[in-house]
């Protein structure tokens, strides 16, 4: 008797595990969502696919049409950039065809996404192992998968959905891939990538660093443009004084030039190419100081502003985050310590603060850098030159996110504050216990 219960207790076991198999044969549903700042325009498409069951679940492969759409962070990267990819499969090619009820937290996906155009290759993408209770003949949940790659090549490079896997862990350890049919699946969303720009390696001299009214100065630029028309301007603070004439570069991108400087309120001289002042095509300004002779019996007095650095400080190195309960899991949210910058050069380059995170590490393994996002502010003490830029709220990851900048501008500079709200996604089964990680801040 005693044999019997227990070849019929194997049995039940048996026809459980097939059902588990059976049921993760195919997962998707629901509608897709942009990653957060995201700044893509794609489409959902659709596809034939062909997914396998487990070969314990009995049932021949399943066709039908997934749904499915990919968004990326950068819709117009650089050569050299990285774009986070997230490909999202709303709509899978079949349902749970079984009356068994699936457990939450089971299915960790995993796919590639195909490139094309400018660039050819595959993404590797996977998903957190996270999914609601899905009842029996029911829809299975939308799932979404996250990866990254390195643009290599300029101009427009498609991404289109490829073959994903389902692996369950219900029971026993499982796989459910599942092929695009006549690849290569539609294109869902398209990045236009431009080439790196050379750093401005223009330069420019003056042969005197004053001289009185009416005096020409002679002004040498290089590394311009060779051939090419360059405006020499006097310079009042940030406005450009009457004090103007162009010249054209050598075959080398050099020129001499004498510039007449009349306007007392001269206070440095700049070369550019093109109509207009652009720091990325010209040089300067060089300081220059127009000499008015003192009348008799008068005193000259002269004050000197000293140029400093670009610099930061924090508030704190620790930030705790509020906890999250075993089995519900969702946002541990807290503060990012205030930061302040300091841009005391006075000169025309701005600054960008930029920040990436480690994985969070604790008793129960690890949490993916990619769940820590970051809603970032900035304000700019008044009276400041520059304008702050808070960064897009999102994903801060172990590739790293801009928290903060300024532009570049004819004189720049100031006092900000930039602060984050911080947000970590903890899986709803993190083993208790204390996570860490280490975010890392860099000031350029």
Same mark, same amino acid.
């Given at each position: ?313 924090? +508030? &704190? ?7 999250? *309960? $075993?089995?519900?899991? /969702?946002? @541990?949210? =807290? !503060? ?12 025309? +380059? &701005? ?7 480690? *994985? $969070?590490?604790?008793? /129960?393994? @690890?949490? =993916? !850098? ?75």
């Amino acid at each position: 008797m005693a044999l019997t219960r227990s070849r019929a207790a194997a049995r039940r076991r048996r026809w459980t595990a097939v059902l588990g198999a059976t049921a993760l044969a195919v997962v998707g549903g629901g509608a897709v969502a942009a990653p957060a700042g995201a700044t893509s325009t794609s489409a959902e498409v659709q596809f034939p696919t062909r997914c396998i069951p487990p070969p314990i679940a009995g049932i021949p492969p399943i066709e039908g049409t997934t749904t499915s759409a990919i968004t990326v962070d950068k819709s117009a990267p650089k050569v050299g950039d990285t774009v986070t990819v997230t490909y999202t499969i709303t709509k899978p090619a079949a349902s749970n065809p079984v009356d068994l009820a699936l457990p939450a937290d089971i299915m960790t996906p995993s796919g590639k996404v195909v490139l094309g155009g400018a660039q050819s290759g595959a993404v590797t993408v996977t998903g957190p192992k996270k999914n609601p209770p899905v009842p029996g003949k029911g829809s299975f949940p939308a799932f979404s998968m996250t990866g990254t790659f390195t643009v290599t090549e300029a101009g427009s490079i498609t991404l289109s959905p490829g073959d994903y896997n389902i692996h369950t862990s219900y029971l026993m350890e499982l796989d459910t891939p599942c092929t695009v049919l006549n690849p290569p699946a539609p294109v869902s969303e398209t990045v236009v990538a431009s080439p790196v720009t050379s750093p401005n390696a223009r330069s420019l001299q003056l042969d005197n660093a004053s001289g009185d009214p009416g005096v020409r100065v002679t002004v040498s630029g290089a590394r311009f443009t060779p051939l090419t028309e360059v405006t020499v301007v006097g310079r009042a603070g940030g406005a450009e004084t009457a004090d103007r004439m162009t010249v054209t570069t050598d075959t080398d991108g050099a020129f001499a030039a004498r510039l007449k400087v009349n306007d007392v309120a001269t206070t440095g001289i700049v070369a550019y190419e093109g109509a207009a002042w652009d720091p990325e095509k010209g040089a300067g300004p060089a300081a220059y100081k127009v000499v008015v002779p003192a009348p008799p019996n008068s005193q000259t007095i002269t004050a000197t502003v000293t140029a400093g650095e670009l610099s930061m400080t924090q +508030a &704190g190195d620790a930030v705790q985050l509020s906890a999250v *309960d $075993f089995g519900q899991g /969702g946002a @541990a949210s =807290g !503060a990012l310590q205030t930061v302040t910058v300091k841009d005391f050069r006075g000169g025309p +380059a &701005g600054w960008s603060l930029t920040g990436k995170v480690t *994985d $969070f590490t604790g008793p /129960g393994g @690890a949490i =993916g !850098a990619g769940n820590l996002s970051w809603t970032p502010a900035c304000t700019a003490k008044a009276g400041s030159p520059s304008t702050c830029a808070a960064g897009s709220a999102g994903p801060v990851g172990s590739g790293g996110a801009t928290l903060a900048s300024t532009p570049n501008g004819a004189l720049t500079g100031g006092e900000f504050t930039v602060d984050a709200g911080l947000s970590l996604d903890v899986p709803a089964f993190t083993a208790p216990g204390a996570y860490a990680g280490v975010l890392t801040l860099t000031l350029s």
